[in-house]
């Protein structure tokens, strides 16, 4: 079962001449109609995501701002980022759609979901909208299911960093944070001494790869470097920034993925799930068309058992020196800053190399 939240910002939120536009979620909408689901598809509606949502992981000022651009009729939060007259209440419908995602796998016990809504949000800081986005919609449904006690595996393997989900759960141990990404590359974070503030070290984990990198890479980093960092969190759910633009043939990167590849991905992330329908999907980048549309294909079918891709899993870029490289660098980081925090002053050799927080009574909400 196909759990469809959305489809938001397919007519809304246009900005012209621009790779974030709404033919985006037609794209989607057609991946999926390409597999004939028929009643395997359940359509969702959201609800706008309220201020107390929002509030748990951007600042209440950022929110007016934002809110008060729109209202005015829009503008630019930066060069990349644009906001029109109707972008805050898309917003609020995008960020609601992983909410409604969610509680609608909570009712059922089962499926997989699939949030298909723009604008994305990834890039989005505690306060401040960046990289197309304007508001976290993945961090919105992490920060929902933390609060309520549950632990939250965000994976991200969209071509950029989210650095706005790495910053706004930063010190929270109730969420790990696992991206892939092609460096160097907007927007420049996304380093493997990156690994969490105090209270969630060894939380963060970043696995930067370089241009060219294929499947098999990003395979790798999930199955030697997340999976036992996952094993040892034990997450409740598993959320998935889901960005196409590692595919080959967009235009704003350079990683050689094909829709094999993001087919195998997901299969192996829904295997971090701990019980059936604690998956969710969130549309992140991804702008040529055609690529998003073979690729959200390939990813609900794989996700539900169905025929795979027509195109064929990629292998022989580089990048697994890399992905190992980086998997060094993070433990160390995080062991000097276990060590700088067990002896402030001092540094030992002797420091445990530790991982991800482990299931604790901590709650940051």
């Known amino acids: 079962m196909l759990i469809v939240a959305g489809p938001v910002g397919e007519v809304e939120h246009d900005g012209g001449a621009h790779p974030e536009r709404p033919a985006r979620i037609t794209a989607v909408r057609r991946g999926i109609e390409d597999l004939r689901l028929g009643s395997d598809v359940v359509v969702v509606e959201p609800v706008p995501a309220t201020r107390a949502d929002l509030a748990r992981v951007h600042s209440l000022g950022y929110l007016e701002e934002l809110e008060a651009l729109a209202r005015r009729g829009g503008g630019a939060l930066d060069p990349d980022t644009y906001v029109t007259a109707k972008s805050w209440d898309v917003a609020l419908a995008a960020a609601g759609a992983g909410l409604a995602a969610v509680e609608a796998l909570r009712d059922r016990g089962d499926g997989v979901g699939f949030v298909v809504a723009r604008p994305p949000g990834h890039h989005a800081e505690r306060a401040r909208g960046m990289g197309f986005c304007l508001l976290n919609n993945v961090a919105v449904s992490a920060a929902s299911l933390a609060a309520a006690g549950q632990r939250v595996l965000v994976v991200d393997w969209d071509v950029h960093h989210g650095n706005g989900t790495q910053e706004i759960f930063w010190g929270v141990p109730e969420v790990l944070y696992a991206s892939t990404h092609q460096w160097p590359l907007y927007p420049g974070t996304g380093t493997p001494s990156e690994v969490g503030g105090p209270g969630a070290l060894g939380a963060t984990i970043n696995l930067p790869v370089p241009p060219g990198a294929t499947g098999d890479v990003l395979r790798l980093a999930l199955d030697e470097v997340v999976a036992p960092a996952v094993d040892a969190f034990g997450p409740d759910w598993v959320l998935v920034s889901c960005g196409f633009d590692a595919h080959r043939a967009d235009p ?97 050799l002797d420091a445990p190399v530790t991982g991800p927080a482990m299931r604790s009574d901590r709650r940051p909400w």
């Open 252 to 348: 704003l990167a350079e990683l050689a993925l094909s829709s094999a590849d993001f087919a195998d991905l997901a299969r192996t992330v829904a295997r971090f799930a701990p019980a059936p329908g604690r998956v969710v999907l969130f549309l992140e980048g991804g702008y040529d068309m055609q690529a998003v549309r073979r690729s959200t294909s390939a990813v609900v079918a794989a996700l539900l058992g169905e025929a795979g891709s027509p195109e064929s899993p990629t292998s022989g870029g580089p990048g697994a020196d890399a992905v190992r490289a980086a998997a060094k660098v993070h433990d160390r980081a995080v062991a000097e800053a276990q060590d700088q925090s067990d002896h402030p002053g001092g540094a030992g």
